[in-house]
């Protein structure tokens, strides 16, 4: 069964740090992985989605890698800013057999300080 | 363009009242799911359609029933209201293809069952 980790829960860095976000799976036979934001109170915002034969995407700021072998994906913040401070999740998805539904880590709470 | 819509926003349901949660979405999404919240958990799934008329379970589906008579609505409907089921429950839908999945989500649903 499919198991997904987010490592560490938390993180708070001062603001313009270049920072690292973790995500592991276990079954490398992945169809897409995704990564989304969560503001409090909030819905969830895709923010990349990376697919089985990439190994990365890019928006702005944030880069996205992923490495199937290992079981792995990293989301890059660059320069970091205040209004980066949310929950970051990342979701896998194995395709047909699971019916294209997402398998979820726990998220990590990023706190970016002025 | 609504993208997804859920209502309401908020509920307050006393133990063993029942209530429906709605969904929809102006995409023309074949896929849509339910997943619910709780805090220090990832997203968890309740049910999900793969199109109008076919619904499934997804992983935590007791005490939920869902109906898909339209590709646009997809209901989430709480039998028999339990203290368990308090939760931000969020609707998703999905434009899915050979190479390609992403989800967009609504804004939740909070739910407290006293």
């Known amino acids: 069964k499919q198991e997904v980790t987010q490592i560490p829960a938390a993180l708070s860095v001062p603001e313009g740090e270049n920072l690292v976000l973790n995500c592991s799976f276990t079954?490398?036979?992945?169809?897409?992985l995704q990564w989304f934001r969560q503001d409090p109170g909030k819905g969830l915002t895709s923010l990349l989605l990376?697919?089985?034969s990439q190994r990365e995407q890019t928006s702005g700021r944030l880069n996205a890698s992923l490495d199937k072998s290992s079981g792995r994906s990293t989301l890059y913040i660059a320069a970091s800013q205040p209004g980066d401070s949310a929950t970051y999740l990342c979701?896998?998805?194995?395709?047909?057999?699971?019916?294209?539904?997402?398998?979820w880590g726990a998220g990590t709470k990023l706190i970016i300080k002025p | 363009n609504a993208g997804v819509t859920q209502t309401p926003k908020f509920q307050v349901l006393k133990t063993g009242q029942s209530m429906t949660l709605q969904c929809a979405q102006d995409?023309?999404?074949?896929?849509m799911s339910w997943y619910r919240q709780d805090p220090g958990m990832g997203l968890r799934l309740i049910h999900y359609?793969?199109?109008?008329?076919?619904?499934d379970q997804g992983e935590v589906p007791n005490g939920y029933n869902v109906s898909r008579s339209t590709t646009e609505d997809f209901p989430l409907r709480l039998l028999s209201a339990a203290p368990s089921q308090t939760s931000v429950y969020f609707c998703?839908?999905?434009?899915?293809?050979?190479?390609?999945?992403?989800?967009?989500f609504g804004p939740g649903t909070r739910l407290t069952v006293l």
């Open positions: 998703a839908s999905s434009y899915v293809t050979s190479s390609y999945n992403e989800q967009f």
């Open positions: 079954d490398s036979a992945i169809y897409n």
């Open positions: 979701a896998v998805d194995e395709g047909e057999d699971s019916n294209y539904q997402l398998i």
């Open positions: 995409m023309n999404h074949e896929y």
């Open positions: 990376i697919q089985s």
């Open positions: 359609s793969v199109g109008a008329g076919i619904t």
